[in-house]
């Protein structure tokens, strides 16, 4: 691959890295740059809904790799050379419960991801085009009518075509909580399907079993780089799972069969049968494990800190500043301490600020660190209840630092986030589906928003 080439994926990575668009993320490992992993977030009001889709793109083999070959001296591995962005990267997707499932009429079950480069007139690859677009170009796929992108669709006036959206729409909604959400979740924290989080030896796959779509590198080193990234848009999207079973669950049977479509064969379709209670009791399970892991972390990290560990001391000084800062600006519309003098675990007392719909409130919001931050981000609570389209009805906040590695940036979010009162409509912030379809509803559901938050105000200081 040519330095201009590197230089290319390089900034084009960063770029995504550095934006604000929720629905993207990469990551690649430093010895690799040629191959990256993507997650791309279902599309909100779609039955791909809040889903963390992964992808794998390899930019290390181009159109022409049968002419283009290097050898590295080192391990004396073959390497495709590339002429990126002159020729396409190539896509697959890996979230298909381990080659069983078939998202959509372009994505298919072995990894295939079909975005027409090279076809007709008007649809081949062009250098202009890069990671991002390729990243949203994917996630157009995921619509709220995929039936439509089968090019056998005859519309809606066709009735079998009808039939066929609605089932292949509520087949989708059901296998993407299951397969994009709670299925990586449970691998990740170690949970099995009977309940336990010990790892067992050996399993028989059957139709509906959980697959792994992880993968070992070719170094036989683990990469699973959105782990947290999982974890908490978990917490943010958690009541909005719950509502999405809430929703479908009468609309289907429990253990009815999937309906397969026309376009899916015997090796390429997503087989099953519907079972909602089960998907909302593993919800449940997995909130429950990522709360107590969440829990644990100020004990892992008191430990770091009697062992002087450097994390720990950063983060005592951290703190110190802060609170400096906060003295030298006059600042009291926030308290922070540190609970127990322990610095993986920090408590920010936030009065209302005069003349907002926060005005008089008093919250207690809790801040817990990862022993292994930045790369784990904080997790943080908001005591008593506020009813705020920011804060689920856990207390979870949803909130976004300038910069992940440094608290003084994660403080500011979290009181901005508070204080925000004329926010663009977002619908991947909306961790609390009922506050926010009051907040960007009609004025007068904007009124019954302020009312609502208001009350949660008062109470907070009975």
């Given amino acids: 691959m040519s330095d201009q080439s590197i230089l290319r994926i390089t900034r084009e990575i960063k770029h995504i890295q550095n934006n604000a668009d929720l629905s993207l993320a990469v990551a690649y490992k430093d010895s690799d740059i040629r191959n990256v992993t993507a997650i791309v977030l279902g599309t909100p009001g779609t039955p791909y809904q809040f889903g963390l889709f992964e992808f794998s793109i390899s930019f290390g083999k181009g159109r022409d790799a049968g002419r283009f070959v290097t050898i590295c001296p080192e391990s004396q591995t073959a390497y495709i ?35 027409t480069w090279g076809g007709q007139r008007g649809e081949e690859w062009s250098s202009a085009q890069g990671l991002e677009s390729i990243l949203i170009s994917i996630q157009s796929l995921m619509s709220n009518n995929p039936y439509e992108n089968e090019p056998g669709y005859q519309g809606a006036h066709a009735p079998e075509d009808q ?202 919001i809790k801040i817990y660190l990862s022993p292994r931050f930045p790369e784990e981000q904080p997790r943080v609570v908001v005591e008593p209840e506020l009813f705020h389209y920011r804060v689920s009805k856990d207390g979870t906040l949803c909130y976004f630092p300038k910069r992940t590695e440094e608290m003084r940036h994660h403080i500011e979010a979290i009181v901005e986030a508070l204080e925000e009162e004329s926010a663009p409509y977002d619908p991947r912030t909306t961790v609390n589906p009922e506050a926010s379809k009051l907040f960007w509803g009609s004025p007068e559901e904007r009124k019954n928003y302020n009312r609502a938050l208001r009350r949660s105000v008062q109470k907070s200081v009975e």
């Fill in 163 to 364: 039939e066929n959206s609605k089932a292949y729409i509520e087949k989708i909604r059901h296998e993407t909580l299951r397969i994009a959400v709670i299925q990586p979740l449970e691998s990740s924290l170690g949970i099995q399907l009977d309940g336990t989080d010990k790892p067992s030896e050996s399993k028989n796959v059957g139709e509906d079993d959980e697959g792994d779509d992880s993968f070992d590198d070719e170094d036989g080193t683990f990469f699973e780089p959105f782990a947290d990234l999982r974890k908490r848009r978990f917490l943010w999207y958690f009541d909005s799972y719950m509502q999405a079973i809430k929703e479908a669950e009468p609309c289907v049977r429990r253990r009815q069969r999937f309906e397969n479509m026309p376009f899916e064969s015997s090796d390429n379709c997503m087989r099953g049968h519907f079972n909602y209670p089960e998907l909302r009791r593993r919800l449940i399970r997995v909130k429950e494990a990522i709360l107590k892991e969440t829990r644990n972390w100020p004990i892992e990290g008191l430990e770091a800190k009697n062992q002087e560990a450097s994390l720990a001391v950063s983060l005592q000084s951290q703190y110190e500043q802060i609170v400096e800062d906060f003295k030298h600006r006059h600042n009291f519309t926030v308290d922070l301490r540190l609970v127990h003098g322990n610095p993986f675990l920090w408590e920010l007392i936030y009065f209302g600020r005069p003349m907002t719909q926060l005005d008089g409130g008093v919250f207690k």
């Fill in 81 to 115: 050379i590339s002429d990126y962005p002159a020729t396409p990267p190539i896509v697959q997707i890996t979230t298909t419960n381990g080659g069983r499932c078939r998202f959509g009429p372009n994505l298919y079950a072995g990894g295939k991801v079909c975005l």
